[in-house]
């Protein structure tokens, strides 16, 4: 069936570091690719979107490009805040795996100043 | 004006009581999904109504109904608590068709602990 594999955590990294959470899938037919976040406490957030393969999504400083030939949608961002301490996870929609969102495990990243 | 809102944000119970969780949407979209988060933040859908009507009834115990009824609301009504269920159930909303592409919206969850 459908699945999404992203790195274990914690992630933790010093203010203004670079940032990368790896991501692959596994699926059938051609999946929308997400990637959410969640703040302590609260509720998810889309951060960014593809829909296709070669789509790039970007938001706040955070990229990440779908790739089917590996299967992935690692998560990038060139020099991370404080702010961005949260628990990000990769997930696909579409294809089999129908409307429902498929998550990973969750990543959580805390940064220091 | 909240998006996506669940009531209550805490729910604290004793095991075989039976609660409601409640969920609105005010983003005219069509399709509701009710998501539940495990203690290690492993998240994995429940059900989904579209148009109030059920599309997505993963293997949950009968203990567990949703009802839709209309299509900005969508409940969830547990039977007989056990400990096991405490868990932070999410309801997030959609629109399916048009080129949204499923972008689902999350509300900020309910934390059910059963005692």
């Known amino acids: 069936g459908n699945s999404v594999t992203q790195m274990e955590g914690p992630v933790t990294l010093s203010e203004e570091a670079f940032l990368t959470i790896n991501c692959t899938y596994t699926?059938?037919?051609?999946?929308?690719l997400f990637w959410y976040v969640q703040y302590p406490g609260e509720g998810l957030q889309l951060l960014l979107k593809?829909?296709?393969?070669?789509d790039k999504g970007s938001n706040k400083g955070f990229e990440a490009t779908y790739r089917k030939e590996t299967t992935s949608f690692h998560l990038e961002k060139g020099s991370v805040q404080v702010s961005d301490s949260a628990v990000y996870f990769c997930a696909l929609s579409g294809g089999q795996a129908g409307t429902a969102l498929i998550f990973g495990k969750g990543t959580t990243l805390s940064v220091s100043s | 004006d909240t998006a996506v809102s669940q009531t209550p944000k805490y729910l604290v119970t004793q095991m075989g009581n039976d609660k409601s969780i409640k969920c609105e949407q005010n983003?005219?979209?069509?399709?509701m999904y009710w998501y539940k988060q495990d203690s290690k933040k492993f998240l994995k859908i429940m059900f989904s109504y579209n148009n109030k009507e059920l599309i997505i009834n993963e293997t949950v115990p009968n203990r567990f109904s949703p009802k839709s009824p209309d299509k900005a609301h969508l409940n969830l009504h547990i039977n007989s608590l056990e400990l096991g269920d405490s868990a932070v159930y999410f309801c997030?909303?959609?629109?399916?068709?048009?080129?949204?592409?499923?972008?689902?919206?999350f509300g900020a969850g309910t934390r059910l602990s059963v005692l």
């Open positions: 699926a059938t037919g051609y999946p929308s």
């Open positions: 997030a909303s959609s629109q399916l068709t048009g080129g949204a592409k499923n972008i689902q919206y």
């Open positions: 983003l005219g979209h069509d399709t």
């Open positions: 593809a829909t296709k393969a070669d």
